[in-house]
């Protein structure tokens, strides 16, 4: 049915190439605009949502800050009072302000207030992790969620929804003007077509018309449109056309009988010989064939006798006269004729004699073919067939070739060592008979390679652990592949097989195997194999549901057996403990040295309950054994960290960091004990994370991926400018992307990598002043501040590297501020002092930053040779709104400038604080509301140019 109503109306338009183009164009046009209004619709959906989606979470941001005070203070009016600001903002669905225990604080329906929120997205906002939170997404609302905290405590959630209905209703309007554009683009192209193909059109009908002359016979016909484009060009053509089919008309006739003749033979060089003038007619190509033109040859029969090899003339001519004298059906011979270059051209000639009634040659016509290249390529193949066979006798590899039935046809000598069969023998016979292979491990016979290489018609390999039965019996591991041999057409018609000895190979990588997956110095499995061994234990347990356990073993006074005895009764010591270990453990159970002191155990198919006891008994037999060593004796215990395999493990890695994290903490709780790693154990997994920071800050170091920005230093008092910047480290991850420092300076400081991190930026930031310094044409720097960390001012090495880099780079010593903690100055007091009154001596000024923080400030601060005097930032962010905070500022900046220090406040982000400060005396200020951090070269690019000398 469908076909019978589409056929009608496919011959509708493709009749007419008129209808065609307007189809087109409609069609065209038609897709365009739907795209373009889609793609539209879309993108303006998009802008609007995202739009919507920041504003709500700029509301509920700005909402949580604004309500911090009112929260604290349980002000019911003041949070009423907030929460109707934000009631004003256009498609407002509701705000609220939340405790963290769920209670509605404020709503924009008052009628909510007091009570506890109990739906399923509220409920779950209660235990999120503290951030900005996206509760709702869709095109009717969107509802965002921001923590309310309050000294980093969180107290509340502070939550707003905007409707998306207008959004919808633009959307809708857009839609449908689309539409209406979509339609007139369509009419309007059709019109355009309609009149573009009439034109179009009549020309090629009047084509059309004159081609049905010419095919009824009217040849003197023309086209004539006086047009000078593309279809006046093809008319002109036409009448060319018709032109060349006439003229070649006449030529036709005139040699149709030669054509006849030719075809007799072939369309190589042809020759026509009149017995009775003994005139031979040489065609232009037998000529060309020789190299010579049309007018360097005559007609007479000697041209050709006269050009052939004299060791072929009596043969051709003895060929010639056997079928001129009628006994046989044609004359061909194989003979050389010179060519002009003075080469000879190997030519197949062939021809026959027309007779007359009584059977008289009188008429001889043939051709000549030249085969010189086929005869070289013989020549070639006979060689290369000679030269193939040498080296099949020659090779180091076995050779045996079959016929398309496996039938041995061919065994070169190396063959015939291997399999103990004579070539001659060996012929003739099935390949399974002379090929007897089977599978090492098993003893079953293989599949032979050659029946697979004619079924599957491709090259095939043997499978490994193949070993060859030769004909006495002697057993040969071997290697092998079969190709099939085709013949021109692509059918194979036989295989070759080649293959050769690797017994010495498997045994030598059978070797080179235990020892990639053993310890040396124990026997035991190593990490990799044992990696490899709980792989297969994690995927028997997400598989199968099976639970097994891990146990990562740690000695505790392997140091001391090495510091004192040497590393050759350490490395006894650890035979001896593997050997007691692989003793007690179960033969189901993998004992492996991962490396130095450290061994793992893998139990299968052990639960939690009993991988405790096991782990327990491996402790006790490590605690129990003692080991002697010429006059010395000593007691070995052993940190364990015990990790559960089950259908919840992650990967290979997750599990192994996961035990090595609960070795150590077994380390740190007092050693010679186990330890049961634990997944909501957040100082594990604290000290995990931590672990994984220690190898990509070592990376960073390595690939020197860490990165100088910079934030001004802003005098406070007007008419003050000086160019005083606080120097900040980033890190660039293996993508280039930032890493902010709260992410891995805890790491940093927990495993002492600070000392490196310092000296790195010490070492970079003199070489940006060196650079600064040398630019005469901006101004020079003022002061820029170091921080130094409490693990560097440990480093007793730290002062002369210092020292070294301000000499090295000639900068000026006064141009630097260390800045260093309070704390770390209080847990480091004496080498603090003696680092910075060596330093001070010098130039440097030092600045303590965190001041206010501690419990003893005021106290230790008269110890300390400090210039710069830097306000905690928790007492800077919310002084314009808590007075005890505004008096703490206002004590400290006193009392430094009684001590003639100057004062740094931290965490400035608005206006408003920083007219506070000013009015305070405080000497500085810094913080997003002064300056963002940059790029050091980039902001160091951007510093002010130096005044023009005055003349």
Request: proline share 3%; aromatic share 8%; with cysteine.
């Amino acid at each position: 049915m469908f076909r019978t109503l589409f056929n009608p109306i496919r011959r509708f338009w493709t009749k007419s190439i008129q209808r065609q183009l307007m189809l087109g164009i409609a069609l065209i046009h038609a897709v365009l605009m739907t795209i373009f209004v889609v793609d539209l619709v879309e993108r303006q959906r998009t802008f609007l949502h995202t739009q919507a989606l920041s504003q709500a979470t700029s509301l509920a941001e700005t909402l949580a800050a604004n309500s911090t005070s009112w929260v604290i203070a349980n002000d019911i009016v003041g949070i009423e009072e907030v929460i109707a600001s934000q009631a004003k903002y256009p498609g407002l669905r509701y705000a609220m302000l939340l405790s963290k225990e769920g209670e509605l604080l404020g709503h924009s329906e008052s009628k909510y207030i007091g009570q506890y929120v109990s739906d399923t997205v509220s409920r779950g906002l209660l235990s999120a992790e503290p951030k900005t939170q996206m509760l709702i997404e869709n095109r009717s609302i969107i509802d965002v969620a921001a923590p309310v905290r309050a000294n980093g405590h969180l107290i509340g959630w502070a939550r707003v929804a905007l409707s998306q209905d207008e959004t919808s209703t633009g959307l809708a309007m857009i839609t449908r003007d689309g539409i209406v554009y979509t339609l007139l683009a369509i009419v309007v192209g059709t019109v355009f077509a309609f009149f573009m193909a009439r034109g179009l059109t009549l020309a090629l009908r009047h084509i059309v018309d004159i081609s049905g002359y010419i095919r009824r016979g009217e040849g003197h016909h023309r086209a004539e449109l006086g047009r000078v484009d593309e279809l006046g060009q093809l008319a002109d053509n036409f009448n060319l056309m018709l032109d060349a089919v006439d003229q070649a008309r006449d030529n036709l006739a005139q040699s149709e009988e030669r054509f006849d003749l030719a075809m007799q033979g072939s369309n190589d060089g042809l020759w026509d010989w009149d017995l009775g003038t003994d005139k031979v007619y040489y065609s232009p190509h037998w000529k060309s064939m020789l190299g010579y033109t049309e007018d360097e040859i005559g007609e007479q029969r000697d041209e050709w006798l006269k050009r052939l090899h004299p060791d072929d003339r009596l043969k051709a001519q003895a060929a010639i006269d056997a079928h001129l004298q009628n006994k046989t059906p044609g004359y061909e011979n194989m003979h050389r004729i010179r060519h002009k270059d003075g080469g000879w051209r190997w030519h197949l000639e062939r021809g026959v004699a027309i007779r007359d009634q009584q059977g008289r040659a009188y008429r001889m016509v043939g051709t000549n073919t030249d085969m010189t290249a086929r005869k070289q390529a013989e020549d070639r193949l006979f060689e290369e067939k000679e030269r193939a066979l040498v080296t099949l006798n020659s090779i180091g590899d076995a050779v045996i070739t079959t016929d398309n039935g496996g039938i041995v046809t061919f065994l070169n000598p190396v063959a015939e060592q291997l399999t103990e069969w004579p070539t001659a023998e060996a012929e003739g016979r099935p390949l399974e008979e002379v090929f007897h292979i089977i599978n090492e491990e098993s003893g079953e016979v293989c599949s032979n390679p050659v029946s697979l290489c004619l079924q599957d018609g491709k090259v095939v390999g043997l499978a490994n652990h193949t070993v060859l039965i030769s004909r006495q019996g002697r057993k040969i591991a071997i290697e092998d592949s079969a190709a099939p041999i085709r013949d021109k057409h692509g059918k194979v018609i036989g295989v070759v097989m080649v293959f050769h000895d690797v017994t010495q190979a498997r045994d030598m990588t059978q070797q080179m195997t235990w020892q990639a997956t053993h310890d040396a110095l124990t026997g035991l499995i190593n990490r990799y194999e044992f990696e490899r061994r709980l792989g297969d234990l994690l995927k028997s347990a997400k598989d199968h549901g099976k639970e097994h356990a891990l146990l990562y073993i740690d000695l505790d006074q392997f140091k001391v057996v090495n510091d004192t005895c040497g590393h050759v009764a350490g490395d006894e010591l650890l035979r001896q403990l593997a050997f007691i270990l692989q003793e007690r453990v179960r033969e189901s159970d993998l004992l492996a040295r991962l490396g130095g002191d450290e061994f793992g155990l893998l139990l299968a198919g052990c639960p939690m309950e009993h991988a405790r006891r096991i782990a327990e008994e491996v402790r006790h037999t490590i605690k129990e054994f003692r080991f002697s060593w010429q006059d010395k004796s000593f007691d070995v215990g052993a940190s364990i960290g015990v990790v559960q395999i089950d259908a919840y493990a992650e990967d290979t890695t997750h599990v192994m960091s996961a035990a090595d994290v609960a070795c150590y903490a077994a380390k740190d709780l007092g050693r010679n004990r186990i330890h049961v790693y634990e997944p909501n154990d957040t100082d594990l997994q604290q000290r995990r994370g931590e672990m994984q920071w220690v190898s990509r800050i070592n990376e960073a170091l390595a690939e020197d991926r860490l990165a100088l920005y910079c934030q001004a230093i802003q005098p406070t008092l007007a008419g003050h400018h000086e160019l005083h910047f606080e120097v900040l480290v980033r890190m660039l991850d293996s993508a280039g992307g930032l890493v902010p420092p709260a992410a891995f300076i805890p790491a940093a400081e927990r495993y002492n990598l600070m000392p490196a991190i310092d000296r790195w930026v010490v070492r970079k930031i003199c070489g940006c002043i060196q650079q600064q310094l040398c630019d005469k044409s901006v101004q020079p720097l003022d002061t820029v501040a170091i921080n130094l960390s409490g693990n560097t001012l440990g480093d007793e090495d730290f002062l002369g590297f210092v020292k070294q880099q301000l000499e090295e780079f000639s900068v000026p010593p006064a141009v630097i501020c260390f800045e260093i903690t309070e704390t770390a100055a209080i847990a480091n007091l004496a080498r603090a002092n003696h680092f910075m009154r060596e330093m001070k001596q010098i130039g440097c000024r030092f600045a303590l930053d965190d001041f206010g923080s501690g419990l003893s400030s005021f106290a230790y601060l008269k110890n300390l040779p400090v210039d710069y005097l830097k306000i905690d930032g928790s007492f800077i962010k919310d002084m314009t709104q808590d007075p005890i905070d505004c008096a703490m500022v206002r004590s400290i900046n006193e009392v430094g400038h009684v001590m003639g220090i100057k004062t740094i406040a931290e965490f400035v982000e608005d206006d408003a604080t920083f007219k506070l400060l000013q009015d305070i005396g405080v000497d500085y200020a810094q913080g997003f509301g002064i300056e963002r951090p940059s790029p050091i070269l980039q902001r160091f690019a951007a510093l002010p140019k130096r005044a023009a000398p005055s003349r």
